[in-house]
């Protein structure tokens, strides 16, 4: 089993930035595809980024140039730095994994994700 902990979400201005962290612990020697989503009230959960096992990232559209997907392996550790935040950019923020090295969509698609945290909430104001 993986654990999944996010944390680094918060209320912050239009155009500001924020830098998210998720947390792996337990079976963390496997290749995983790892990826952030994000849901708004009332919208469905929607993948913004993806990272594969051999660090290869991919990004949804509304995010490209503004966010960026990294990872420390040796602190196993996932990061999402959100610059040039927008009030659409609101919502809560959830970290998954993926066994394998593939992450098998262009946009992350939580159907094949098997481990999921609870989620950070990201507030952006105008």
């Known amino acids: 089993q993986l654990q999944l902990v996010e944390s680094g979400g918060g209320s912050v201005q239009a155009g500001g930035s924020l830098r998210l962290s998720c947390a792996a612990s337990?079976?963390?020697?496997?290749?995983?595809?790892m990826a952030w989503f994000r849901q708004a009230p009332g919208k469905e959960r929607e993948g913004v980024a993806s990272?594969?096992?051999?660090?290869?990232?991919r990004y949804a559209d509304s995010v490209k140039g503004r966010f960026a997907i990294s990872e420390d392996n040796a602190k196993n550790t996932l990061y999402l730095q959100m610059n040039s935040l927008k009030p659409e950019d609101s919502a809560m923020y959830y970290c998954?994994?993926?066994?394998?090295?593939?992450?098998?969509?262009?946009?992350?698609?939580?159907?094949?994700?098997?481990?999921w945290g609870q989620g950070t909430q990201v507030t952006v104001s105008s």
């Open positions: 998954a994994a993926r066994r394998g090295s593939s992450c098998l969509y262009d946009v992350p698609r939580e159907f094949v994700y098997n481990y």
């Open positions: 337990g079976y963390t020697s496997s290749r995983y595809c």
């Open positions: 990272i594969d096992a051999d660090g290869f990232t």
